[in-house]
């Protein structure tokens, strides 16, 4: 065994999804005995602290934006563009600080493109390859795709979190390419915080839970309209509401509300749960996909790449979804009912083997 290495992981800020991505990679890397950092901010940040209470961490700003109520969010993203490129330089910078101060070896960054070091060995992850545009939006398709490969570049390794198999996979034109912008890339199965051997644990089944995330204010949005019409129906219903920062469950007629379910509880409610009600985030997705659970998908509007996702899992015969502004509760469960439910995917000996090489490399 070599010397211990220094590995810091970076995940993206939208969201919780990048990081409750990274659980399985950094419990790797901590049985391998590695030095792990983690650099994020804000919810991400509390929820790898709250999972991780002995490892250590760093305040690392990053930008998140806020998507309007509108469909101008294309618009909003580009006009959104300056401040980003501001942001993601001072990270850059900052991040050089972090990698000397720490004598840092190896960067993992799940999309967070600024992240990598001409003294690291610098490992991206993403399932975002073809950056999803729609109606007008597609003559920036070509410039986008152009702009997210030359940051790829930059990294020694590309890591995807999905299989290779171009019929069975999760993330369909979004990561099956043509061609990859690093030659060493590498399919490494789907990511997820839980473990596909949960025993089936003992717990009241609920009719519905419904898992809160992704950015404000279109979480919120969507938490009032749900929290109504379940209001109105009889379902016995869970709210998770995705606050890592809050510690608290109230009850209030047929529904739960809980602020934040740590992965065992989390397992358990998913597990009981008669069917689910989310946004379709890759990483949500791939989460479900250990359970093999039946959903209603609800994409964030404006955002592509969940509209995208939510249909492919419809066209395949998995879950149903339906959109934000015309969501009925009533019509959506009992077109969901006849759905079987996500396939179930389990293995990530792929990613284990690639961490395995990263710790022993010279």
Not at 75 to 80: F, G, K, R, W
Not at 147 to 171: G, M, Q
Not at 209 to 214: P, R
Not at 241 to 254: D, H, L
Request: charged share 20%; hydrophobic share 40%; net charge positive.
């Amino acid at each position: 065994m070599g010397m211990r290495k220094t590995v810091l992981i970076t995940p993206l800020n939208w969201g919780l999804g990048h990081a409750t991505r990274m659980v399985p990679v950094i419990e790797h890397l901590v049985q391998r005995n590695a030095r792990v950092l983690v650099a994020a901010d804000k919810r991400p940040l509390e929820f790898l602290k709250l999972r991780f209470p002995h490892i250590e961490f760093i305040r690392f700003p990053g930008y998140e934006p806020r998507y309007p109520n509108n469909s101008m969010i294309a618009i909003h993203i580009a006009l959104s563009l300056p401040l980003m490129w501001q942001h993601s330089r001072k990270a850059h910078r900052l991040l050089q600080e972090i990698v000397a101060e720490y004598k840092v070896d190896i960067v993992i960054s799940d999309n967070r493109f600024e992240c990598y070091s001409a003294h690291t060995y610098n490992v991206f992850i993403s399932h975002q390859l073809q950056i999803q545009t729609k109606g007008w939006q597609h003559i920036f398709k070509p410039f986008i795709n152009k702009l997210n490969y030359s940051y790829i570049k930059r990294y020694d390794e590309l890591w995807i979190p999905d299989v290779k198999d171009a019929e069975k996979n999760l993330s369909g034109k979004l990561s099956h390419v043509s061609k990859f912008p690093i030659s060493n890339y590498h399919f490494i199965g789907p990511l997820s915080r839980f473990k596909s051997n949960y025993g089936k644990i003992q717990h009241d089944n609920i009719d519905l839970l419904v898992i809160l995330s992704g950015p404000e204010p279109q979480r919120s949005i969507l938490a009032d309209l749900i929290t109504k019409q379940v209001y109105k129906s009889q379902l016995k219903t869970t709210i998770i509401q995705g606050k890592p920062e809050e510690n608290k469950t109230t009850r209030e007629e047929n529904i739960t509300f809980i602020s934040h379910a740590d992965d065992t509880h989390m397992a358990m409610l998913i597990q009981s749960a008669e069917m689910i009600i989310s946004r379709p985030g890759y990483t949500t997705i791939m989460d479900l996909c250990m359970f093999g659970k039946k959903a209603i998908f609800i994409p964030t509007p404006g955002q592509t790449e969940q509209a995208y996702l939510a249909k492919k899992m419809t066209l395949e015969g998995y879950c149903f979804y339906e959109n934000q502004q015309s969501f009925d509760l009533e019509r959506s469960y009992s077109a969901a009912e006849k759905f079987p439910g996500l396939p179930k995917v389990v293995s990530q000996e792929k990613m284990a083997f690639l961490i395995d090489n990263l710790l022993s490399a010279k």
